[in-house]
């Protein structure tokens, strides 16, 4: 967690017009945060120049002036101060809507609980924090480097499907490197929304690799071998250009999750040097990559595994069973 101010707690300015809201969400960040609450979406821009946070929760609707202009009065005052957005409306255009107005993440009131102060150390990290895979997707038109965690690997293929849903339509090139219980439950999902995946008649934008056969072309000595990794990289793109509707210039959308299975090994330096790797040789290709990470990943008792894996990551988002 980020400390701005001397080793101090950071600075959270609280912006609602319930006053209900602002004292059950003070409670639940005061211990890790210094938290100043308001409920006057008027005095937000004063309050914050007086104030001086290291980020801001606004609340989307309010009398007045609404959490995007806010978000917007406060980019275009010169107060670079990231903005998390607490609402209660779920849709994936309010998201959308959030990030275009200089927002860096946006949860949920009704998992407050479990996400807020998690978005804020994100935000304060400089990573972007989103409340589902689709309104991942639909916020990241380029390339990018994604996290998703999950607990329960159900929940989380509903909304995987629903992602690569989003990246056939849209005429994106897509590789799946994954176990196969998350190859044969996607591939079910998917074709049940009415995609031919799967087989050698199945749609040529769908590439699906095993895992652990991905493992064993490139991992020498327990680590990821930087030439063999780069190769893959390189074929990759190739598959890019020749099979997605936008040719040259088109996108790969990745998912994979080998790092689960090194995780099971205990072997958490193969998975920061996988995902430090997979940074570097896919930078300035159009590769929007996600990974996932089951919660048990993080249960093998490694120092700042998460921390570890999070900053090698752009945005994060947790699924509905975490």
Not at 57 to 79: H, N, T, W, Y
Not at 103 to 112: N, P
Not at 215 to 225: A, E, Q, S, Y
Request: hydrophobic share 40%; proline share 2%.
């Amino acid at each position: 967690m980020t400390r701005s101010n001397g080793g101090a707690k950071p600075r959270v300015l609280l912006v609602d017009d319930h006053r209900q809201v602002l004292e059950t969400v003070s409670r639940l960040l005061t211990g890790a945060f210094d938290v100043t609450s308001i409920c006057d979406s008027r005095t937000a821009l004063d309050t914050a120049r007086q104030v001086a946070p290291d980020v801001i929760v606004l609340d989307v609707e309010m009398p007045e002036l609404d959490g995007f202009q806010i978000c917007r009065a406060l980019k275009e005052s010169g107060l670079s101060i990231p903005v998390v957005f607490l609402s209660m409306h779920d849709s994936d255009a309010h998201v959308s809507e959030a990030l275009r107005s200089g927002g860096q993440g946006y949860v949920l009131k009704s998992r407050a609980y479990r996400d807020l102060a998690r978005a804020l150390d994100q935000a304060l990290q400089g990573r972007c924090f989103v409340p589902s895979l689709t309104s991942l997707f639909r916020v990241t038109s380029g390339s990018g480097h994604a996290m998703q965690l999950h607990a329960d690997e159900e929940s989380f293929l509903d909304g995987l499907a629903a992602f690569f849903d989003l990246a056939l339509r849209r005429g994106d090139a897509s590789c799946v490197i994954a176990t196969k219980t998350v190859r044969v439950g996607l591939g079910d999902r998917l074709r049940a929304r009415g995609w031919d995946v799967g087989g050698a008649s199945g749609n040529k934008r769908y590439l699906v690799i095993d895992a652990t056969d991905a493992l064993n072309r490139f991992m020498r000595n327990g680590l990821p071998d930087e030439d063999r990794l780069a190769q893959i990289v390189a074929e990759l793109d190739e598959y890019r250009v020749a099979v997605s509707e936008g040719g040259a210039g088109s996108r790969l959308t990745v998912f994979g999750n080998m790092v689960v299975s090194l995780s099971a090994d205990g072997n958490a330096a193969a998975v920061i040097a996988l995902e430090s790797l997979w940074n570097r040789l896919t930078s300035g290709r159009p590769f929007f990559t996600l990974c996932g990470y089951a919660t048990s990943c993080f249960h093998n008792g490694v120092p700042h595994l998460w921390s570890e894996v999070c900053a090698e990551h752009s945005a994060v988002s947790h699924a509905s069973s975490v």
